[in-house]
């Protein structure tokens, strides 16, 4: 068990809220997560609208993953001392814009003096049919939507001292928000890819006690590719034409490539935090 794992496995096993890509009570979905420089990003990759634009977006992703409307956001945002007034626009415009995307109020938060830019962000979510992780069943499909594998491709000619594109997927997140909503009724399971497939895999492997066969080989650069926000999905096979019309009618790529089985699943990735 990684670090990670096992400082999360410390609060998990004294509530049930933990498991999920936000925490499901009374029908409202809470998610959080950081975005700190240095450690997710470097100035000098984005602007400071496009850095709190994804760092909404990274946030909002987790309402998407469990079918839920976000509702309202609370921001914390560590400032750098020599941060002037204009850059502190830029930014306040880039969590603003994607706030206004998804109808999001941003209700507070809290700010603090710092010596580099941390941000970290709560999304308030609402949903009457959420998509949880726990769900599938032996046999049944597994799909993922987009193309995985730019992520990290992009992000090692970051670390190389290269530029990206303006459209870059590392730049603009996709959000899969329509086709989720309207296949919710077709899945057993699912979860946004932030991890990298792989590893994302092994957590629903975990929850369903289930491994799996492959379908379709996926290549470690792939597999290992995280912070691709795409979704992972289950269903039975039953509801595939039907789950194959609708991403055709949400223009949403949707790629099958496993079917959940009895047996032992391995990660062959490492892990992205510690």
């Known amino acids: ?26 029908g409202y979905v809470y998610s959080k997560d ?19 634009y994804r760092a ?14 976000p509702l309202y956001a609370l921001l914390a945002v560590a400032i750098p001392k020599n941060m002037s007034k204009s850059d502190m626009k830029d930014l306040s415009d ?64 970051l670390l190389h001292g290269g530029s990206l594109h303006s459209k870059s997927k590392f730049r603009n997140i996709i959000l899969r928000d329509q086709f989720i909503s309207t296949c919710k009724r077709y899945l057993s399971a699912g979860m946004d890819i932030s991890d990298g497939i792989f590893s994302d895999l092994g957590k629903l492997s975990s929850v369903n006690s289930l ?10 650069d792939i597999g290992c590719s995280g912070e691709e926000y795409e979704m992972l999905i289950s269903f039975d096979v039953r509801q595939k034409k039907a789950l194959l019309r609708r991403a055709a009618q949400t223009r949403t790529p949707l790629t099958l490539f496993a079917k959940a089985t009895r047996t032992n699943y391995k990660n062959r990735c490492k892990s992205h935090h510690f």
């Not at 909404?56 to 409307?69: E, G, R």
């Not at 962000?121 to 939507?145: C, F």
């Not at 491994?211 to 470690?220: A, D, E, P, T, W």
Request: proline share 1%; net charge positive.
């Open 1 to 26: 068990m990684n670090k990670e794992d096992y400082f999360i496995s410390c609060f998990s096993k004294k509530t049930k809220h933990i498991g999920d890509d936000g925490a499901l009570i009374d």
């Open 56 to 69: 909404m977006m990274v946030n909002i992703s987790d309402a998407i993953a469990m079918n839920a409307k």
């Open 211 to 220: 491994g799996y066969k492959f379908l379709k080989n996926i290549s470690k």
């Open 94 to 157: 880039g969590f603003i814009k994607a706030a206004q995307k998804y109808g999001i109020d941003i209700i507070g938060g809290d700010t603090i003096a710092n010596t580099k830019l941390d941000i970290s962000v709560t999304i308030i979510s609402k949903t009457k049919n959420p998509l949880l992780r726990r769900g599938m069943k032996q046999n049944h499909l597994l799909a993922y939507t987009g193309k995985l594998g730019n992520s990290k491709k992009e992000l090692q000619k």
């Open 34 to 52: 950081a975005f700190f420089e240095n450690v997710h990003f470097k100035r000098e990759w984005m602007s400071l609208k496009e850095l709190a």
